[in-house]
């Protein structure tokens, strides 16, 4: 059974840094693309950042480009989001996901439906 558990959200101040991890079990993360998407109150869910499985190609919403890096390291089994400069707009629910579909080493998707696992979710505040 794939599990995806989350960990590294919290309350930070405007302009602050976090970093999200997702620890996978029970999967060789490897052969899968991942992602990290978000959710805030009264919203759908939208993606963040998307990954390959080697790592070798990403995606980025323009929201978030130049302030987060999304990076994975394989023979831990663990996916990073690192948040920097975060604005109050970053104030969500955050899920990791992954991608079991397609196996090209630079192949990622930034549809919701895609990912077949998801994390727990971890939540991100973002206030003065």
């Known amino acids: 059974q794939v599990q995806l558990v989350q960990s590294g959200g919290g309350l930070v101040e405007p302009g602050g840094s976090l970093r999200l991890s997702c620890t996978a079990s029970?999967?060789?993360?490897?052969?899968?693309?991942m992602a990290w998407f978000r959710q805030a109150p009264e919203k759908g869910r939208e993606i963040v950042a998307a990954?390959?499985?080697?790592?070798?190609?990403?995606y980025y919403a323009d929201s978030v480009k130049g302030r987060f890096a999304i990076s994975r390291d394989n023979d831990k089994s663990t996916l990073y989001l690192q948040m920097n400069s975060l604005k109050p707009e970053d104030t969500a629910v955050y899920y990791c996901?992954?991608?079991?579909?397609?196996?090209?080493?630079?192949?990622?998707?930034?549809?919701?439906?895609?990912?077949?696992?998801w994390g727990q979710g971890t939540q991100v505040t973002v206030s003065a």
């Open positions: 996901a992954l991608d079991r579909t397609h196996y090209s080493p630079t192949y990622y998707s930034t549809a919701e439906q895609s990912y077949d696992y």
């Open positions: 029970d999967v060789v993360l490897d052969n899968w693309s």
């Open positions: 990954i390959s499985r080697t790592g070798s190609a990403t």
